[in-house]
Antibody, heavy 118, light 109 residues
Framework: EVQLLESGGGLVQPGGSLRLSCAASGFTFTDYAMTWVRQAPGKGLEWVSAISFSGGNERYYADSVRGRFTISRDNSRNTLYLQMDSLTAEDTAVYYC??????????WGQGTLVTVSS | EIVLTQSPATLSLSPGERATLSCRASQTISTTYVGWYQQRPGQAPRLLIYGVSSRATGIPDRFSGSGSGTDFTLTISRLEPEDFAVYYCQHFGGSPRHTFGQGTKLEIK
């Protein structure tokens, strides 16, 4: 069974940093691109970032996070990461990792909450 | 940049009724990369439909998708109690860039 388990969320001050992790199991991790999607409290879904199955230079970001967030993956650990720097209140959200196939998000984790507040 | 506009924002129906949800794109988009997701309260989204009309694994056949060009529709033929949720349309563009609509809340009347 496909499982995606996010961790690393929490409370951080404005300007701070946080690293999210997403542990994948139940499928061949290296066969799939992966992505992060976030949802601010009471709001809709916002795509954040994506990385190809191999990682490398194929990393993509939404305009709202480009230059502040870095996506990466460790295929030996079946784990996806999101390094978030220079956080602002607007980054407060539940962050979901998802497995991507041909532009669709087939499997989602349960999410991890990031709260940016002083 | 493509914008997806969903309507209505809220749809109030009773179990057993038919639901029709709309998603309009700001420009013509490829049907290959149009999808629909369901999100129940407190849960992660779930893929329902991809490629405009293909049902994801395990999705009941009362869910169907259609459309082309700029107008896309999710239809739920007979509403079950578990279908009352928020629904999002999504498009995968180039670069890549993914865009979601703002959502339609399907509530019990």
């Amino acid at each position: 069974e496909v499982q995606l388990l996010e961790s690393g969320g929490g409370l951080v001050q404005p300007g701070g940093s946080l690293r999210l992790s997403c542990a994948a199991s139940g499928f061949t991790f290296t066969d799939y691109a992966m992505t992060w999607v976030r949802q601010a409290p009471g709001k809709g879904l916002e795509w954040v970032s994506a990385i190809s199955f191999s990682g490398g230079n194929e990393r993509y970001y939404a305009d709202s996070v480009r230059g502040r967030f870095t996506i990466s993956r460790d295929n030996s650990r079946n784990t996806l990461y999101l390094q978030m720097d220079s956080l602002t209140a607007e980054d407060t959200a539940v962050y979901y990792c998802a497995r991507a196939t041909q532009g669709r998000f087939e499997w989602w984790g349960q999410g991890t909450l990031v709260t940016v507040s002083s | 940049e493509i914008v997806l506009t969903q309507s209505p924002a809220t749809l109030s129906l009773s179990p057993g009724e038919r639901a029709t949800l709309s998603c309009r794109a700001s420009q013509t988009i490829s049907t290959t990369y149009v999808g629909w997701y369901q999100q129940r309260p407190g849960q992660a989204p779930r893929l329902l439909i991809y490629g405009v009309s293909s049902r994801a694994t395990g999705i009941p056949d009362r869910f169907s998708g259609s459309g082309s060009g700029t107008d896309f529709t999710l239809t739920i033929s007979r509403l079950e109690p578990e279908d009352f949720a928020v629904y999002y349309c999504q498009h995968f563009g180039g670069s890549p860039r993914h865009t979601f609509g703002q959502g339609t809340k399907l509530e019990i009347k």
